[in-house]
């Protein structure tokens, strides 16, 4: 028998899908000029002016577009070496170690973009070709670091939780389980 998602499950999903939608639009944006472009060089001889700058500020935006997800998911890449020896029943406690310093890592990483954003604004930083102002697009990437470091401490919150047998161990926050 399925359950009735609660409220913070459909908000989750519904950041989830945003960010994912997103990030797919990116992409498919990205595949398009990249056609384009190289269409027009090959058979018109003109390329596209500003290509490069876009496919950088693209290629920005698809990773951090992505990482709230996965960290969400818990879809870090992982080395399992120690798995076999920690105990089974103190895994949350590992899990709630590394959400929370990934969460702290994760927010000094936010405040220190934010500041580079704040800057590049200050400055009047834009791209070379097309005059985009740069610090917008760094200042998008601090926020996506935010939501992601909250994302990451709700994680470690929720394995508190597990720890203390308010949720049930393995469900839906435990490692290897997804929503």
Request: aromatic fraction near 10%.
């Amino acid at each position: 028998m399925q359950t009735r998602p609660t409220w913070y499950a459909a908000i989750g999903r519904g950041l989830q899908l945003t960010l994912e939608g997103l990030a797919g639009l990116v992409l498919f944006a990205l595949m398009l000029l990249t056609t384009a472009d190289v269409l027009g060089r090959f058979l018109f001889n003109t390329p596209i002016t500003g290509t490069v700058e876009l496919t950088q500020l693209m290629l920005a935006a698809l990773v951090f577009l992505a990482l709230p997800v996965v960290c969400w998911r818990e879809g870090h890449i992982t080395v399992d070496l120690l798995d076999t020896f920690f105990p089974r029943a103190l895994v949350w406690i590992r899990q709630l170690l590394i959400n929370a310093f990934s969460a702290l890592a994760l927010w000094v990483m936010a405040r220190r973009v934010w500041t580079l954003g704040e800057r590049a604004l200050d400055w009047g930083d834009t791209t070379q070709f097309l005059g985009l102002q740069v610090g917008y697009f760094v200042m998008g990437m601090s926020l996506l670091l935010f939501v992601s470091a909250v994302l990451c401490g709700l994680r470690a919150l929720m394995y508190v939780l597990e720890g203390a047998k308010v949720v049930e161990a393995g469900g839906a926050v435990s490692a290897g389980k997804q929503q």
